[in-house]
Each structure stands twice: as structure tokens, then as C-alpha cells.
T-cell receptor, first 113, second 112 residues
Framework: GQSLEQPSEVTAVEGAIVQINCTYQ??????LSWYQQHDGGAPTFLSY????GLEETGRFSSFLSRSDSYGYLLLQELQMKDSASYFC??????????????FGRGTSLIVHP | NAGVTQTPKFRILKIGQSMTLQCTQD?????MYWYRQDPGMGLKLIYY???????DKGEVPNGYNVSRSTTEDFPLRLELAAPSQTSVYFC???????????FGPGTRLLVL
């Protein structure tokens, strides 16, 4: 099966940079994704890494190291509206042979003024 | 495009009752997923479908059933509701060549 570990909570101040780490164990690997979820809302896609290295999308960047089974989400120039939960997710091989998504438990990011 | 829509938004069930959670997407996506999310937890995959007529179990399928008779619709059926099924249920879809999952707004279910 698949499992992911990420910190339960991270706090930072407006304008700062914060990094949310994710380590994973999976049989077969089809990439690491990141999703944002505001309280009571639907998760929304942020980024995806299939290969090692850094992917940048505006203020958000995501990094993957497949040899270390590790990735992180980097948020720059933090804004109050970035306060939300952030989930890493992998698509790994299920017992039936399909690649199915598994989500981490989420990191609650609290941004202070 | 409306994206992924779910009905109802909220429902209270008594133990032993049954209900169907509806999910529809208008993006012509082949892949569709049902997740449940308990407070402070991540999303757990219940069932998924890779196309019309094809469904398979996810991580936590017990107590649920699904069908996929069309590309657009992927209903989730609870046959005998139990308090352990109190949760928020999200439906999602994605195009087969992309990783992005598009989520519906969720259905909040309370079983008493």
C-alpha cells in the first residue's frame, strides 16, 4: 500500500516563505501532487511532479526527489488567504495493478499578520 | 462548464437507512473518484472508475456501492447507513492524460 507523512501544522507570518514537507512510501510511483483546501471547501489542485526537481507556478513551487521518496511545497510571499490545509498525494500501484491516488493527512498552514 | 457537481449538499440519515449521493461532471473525463474525509484527516478513496461501465474498489469500499453507466455520472450508494459513515464525501474527476483532479463541493452526511 501507500503511506504519506506530512507535518500536521505550520505557522508563519505574512510575507514570509514556508516549506511543507512530504515523505511517502509506495509500491510503484506515478508522481506527487499537492492540493489546497480551505475550511469546508473542495480541494483544489496546486502542482504535480513526476520527475526530480523543482516546478514553479507563481508564488508556489514544488520539489521532488524520487530517490529520497520526498517532496515539498514552497509558498513564497505568504498572504493571509494562504491559510488553509495542504495535502500531498501520490498515485501508487494498488493490488489490482491500477495506479490509485493516496492522500496525506494534510498540513494546516496558519498565516499571522 | 459547471465542472463537478454533487447533490445533496447536506443530509441527515438514521441508522439503517439508505441513500445515493449524486456526482456529475461535464468535462468528459474518463476517471472519476469518490473520497470520504473525516475531521482533521486526509481523503480516503472509496471507489473509482476509469470509464463508463468500469469501477473498482479503493482503500475503504465497505458499506458502499457505485455504478458508472455514463461518462458524466458516478453515483455512490450507501445501503445500510452506520454512524461510522458520518463524513464529508467528495467526488472528483480527471482527464486520463492529466494528473489534475477536479473536486465537487462535497456532501456532508450525518448518520444518527
Amino acid at each position: 500500500g501507500q503511506s504519506l507523512e506530512q507535518p500536521s501544522e505550520v505557522t508563519a507570518v505574512e510575507g514570509a516563505i514556508v516549506q511543507i514537507n512530504c515523505t511517502y512510501q509506495t509500491s510503484g510511483f506515478y508522481g506527487l501532487s499537492w492540493y489546497q483546501q480551505h475550511d469546508g471547501g473542495a480541494p483544489t489542485f496546486l502542482s504535480y511532479n513526476a520527475l526530480d526537481g523543482l516546478e514553479e507556478t507563481g508564488r508556489f513551487s514544488s520539489f521532488l526527489s524520487r530517490s529520497d521518496s520526498y517532496g515539498y511545497l514552497l509558498l513564497q510571499e505568504l498572504q493571509m488567504k494562504d491559510s488553509a490545509s495542504y495535502f500531498c498525494a501520490v498515485r501508487g500501484k494498488a493490488s489490482g495493478g491500477s495506479y490509485i491516488p493516496t492522500f496525506g493527512r494534510g498540513t494546516s498552514l496558519i498565516v499571522h499578520p | 462548464n459547471a465542472g463537478v457537481t454533487q447533490t445533496p449538499k447536506f443530509r441527515i440519515l438514521k441508522i439503517g437507512q439508505s441513500m445515493t449521493l449524486q456526482c456529475t461532471q461535464d468535462m468528459n473525463h474518463n476517471y472519476m473518484y469518490w473520497y470520504r474525509q473525516d475531521p482533521g484527516m486526509g481523503l480516503k478513496l472509496i471507489y473509482y472508475s476509469v470509464g463508463a461501465g468500469i469501477t473498482d474498489k479503493g482503500e475503504v469500499p465497505n458499506g458502499y456501492n457505485v455504478s458508472r453507466s455514463t461518462t458524466e455520472d458516478f453515483p455512490l450508494r450507501l445501503e445500510l447507513a452506520a454512524p461510522s459513515q458520518t463524513s464529508v464525501y467528495f467526488c472528483a474527476s480527471r482527464e486520463s492524460t492529466q494528473e489534475t483532479q477536479y473536486f465537487g463541493p462535497g456532501t456532508r452526511l450525518l448518520v444518527l
